[in-house]
């Protein structure tokens, strides 16, 4: 059972897709795609995380920009504010980061090395789990007779 970021990036990994700060939307929606995931990191020239573009934000830039997005630079259409969390933050914490935030993905930063990144659906699938050995153990300690 998952309880911190460090548990879930110990099953599910630590690749993270990134690109410099220097690439276009066209770029981001092209590694999008071909690797199947929401999001991509934007780091700087020394690999420490300056944004997150989401697919999200790639609909909104061609929703007004229109086609010509594809050469935007990607700083144009990251989020800035994007939160990161440590491998030792509890997965309710960042649970409910990500709620009040409306945040779909965290990547995980320690002394401002990108460590991993964890979805949203990383994070139900943690506390799924976690709801599941409960009831498991529930189930075993009624049919003890206790």
């Known amino acids: 059972m998952a309880t911190t970021i460090g548990d879930i ?6 690749e993270v897709a990134t690109l410099g700060s220097t690439a276009v939307v066209g770029e981001v929606a092209a590694l999008l795609r071909a690797q199947g995931i929401g ?3 934007i780091v700087d020239d020394a690999d420490e995380v300056v944004g997150l573009v989401s697919e999200r934000d790639v609909v909104h830039a061609l929703a007004e920009q229109g086609e010509e997005v594809r050469l935007t630079p990607v700083v144009e259409v990251m989020s800035r504010d994007t939160p990161t ?3 030792a933050a509890r997965v309710d914490d960042v649970a409910a980061l990500m709620t009040q935030g409306r945040h779909r993905h965290v990547p995980v930063v320690e002394d401002e090395e990108l460590l991993g990144i964890v979805s949203v659906g990383d994070v139900v699938r943690s506390r799924m789990d976690a709801l599941t050995e409960t009831a498991d153990h529930l189930r075993a300690y009624v049919a003890r007779g206790y």
């Open 39 to 41: 999001a991509v990191v």
């Open 85 to 87: 969390c440590t491998r």
């Open 9 to 14: 990036l110990k099953d599910k990994g630590t």
